[in-house]
């Protein structure tokens, strides 16, 4: 299996990192997306990419949290580096009109540029999307068929608007947030809807511990989730798909080698055995 979404950089894996991915490699997670969502820790998330080679890869991009501080400058600096191969998706980036840290207008703004980026540069797109799926559709429905892969991160939306999802071909970012928020009914329904091929994974640590469903480890971990918490939720989706868990396990992981183009002779793992 593979965690999409890793906030390693965050100060709460300030002193452990090691450990953590240790942990990981020892419960079978075969590989660590670390995301960037400033431009400060979209270098440090490169950095951990290059230290930990055949095991972490990153992203490079402005979260909407962040748009505010979008500027000319930001352009150089995401190309110089999305030229290195372990840089291998813009993002995250998108709409989050659930905590409206940066203005709409902001947020429509920094999303754009980025979404240029991706088709230009030919880069896969890593997107987030909270309470905003009305401007989100409407903005990518002029590009999803340009740009060359799209992954939605921490699914969080109804019914609908996973279909439209799918119907712009974007691969389907699985988090607890899916099973866990509010806003969401029927996730049994919603999970099986999602093509196999279409399926990635993330513990979007060190965020996103539910103390109800971590009852027993939440004190112990301090409330900090980690990427060896990972197959915990891919168990729980085998069985809400009624699919084997060890082949869950090898799909999804394929899933992400595919979507972004992952360096096979970088990496650990056999690719070859994958179908
Ligand atoms: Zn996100």
């Known amino acids: ?103 709409i207008k902001e947020q429509l703004f920094a999303f754009h540029a980025q979404l240029e980026l991706s088709y230009s540069f030919k880069i896969p797109i890593y997107l987030h999307c909270r309470n905003a799926f009305k401007f989100f559709f409407k903005i990518l429905k002029f590009w999803y068929y340009k740009i060359p892969a799209t992954i939605i991160h921490c699914f969080s939306g109804n019914e609908y608007e996973l279909k439209k999802c799918l119907d712009m071909n974007m691969s389907i970012g699985i988090s607890e947030l899916f099973f866990n928020s509010k806003y969401r009914k029927g996730f049994k329904n919603d999970i099986n809807l999602i093509p196999k091929n279409k399926l990635l994974i993330e513990t979007d640590s060190p965020f996103l511990l539910f103390k109800k469903t971590y009852n027993k480890i939440y004190k112990k971990l301090k409330g900090r989730n980690e990427p060896s918490l990972l197959p915990n939720l891919l168990k729980k989706i085998s069985l809400l798909r009624n699919e084997i868990f060890s082949e869950l396990d090898k799909q999804t992981e394929i899933n992400t080698f595919k979507i972004l183009k992952l360096n096979k002779n970088n990496c650990n793992y056999n690719f070859n055995n994958l179908k």
């Open 1 to 103: 299996m593979f965690d999409i979404s890793v906030n390693l950089t965050n100060k709460q894996f300030k002193k452990d990192k090691n450990d953590v991915i240790n942990r990981a490699i020892n419960n079978g997670v075969n590989g660590l997306l670390i995301i960037g969502s400033n431009l400060e820790n979209s270098y440090d998330a490169y950095k951990i990419s290059k230290k930990y080679k055949n095991y972490c890869w990153s992203t490079v991009g402005l979260h909407p949290h962040y748009a505010n501080l979008w500027n000319d400058n930001y352009v150089n600096k995401i190309i110089k580096l999305i030229k290195n191969d372990k840089v291998v998706a813009i993002g995250e980036c998108g709409l989050d009109f659930y905590r409206n840290y940066s203005s």
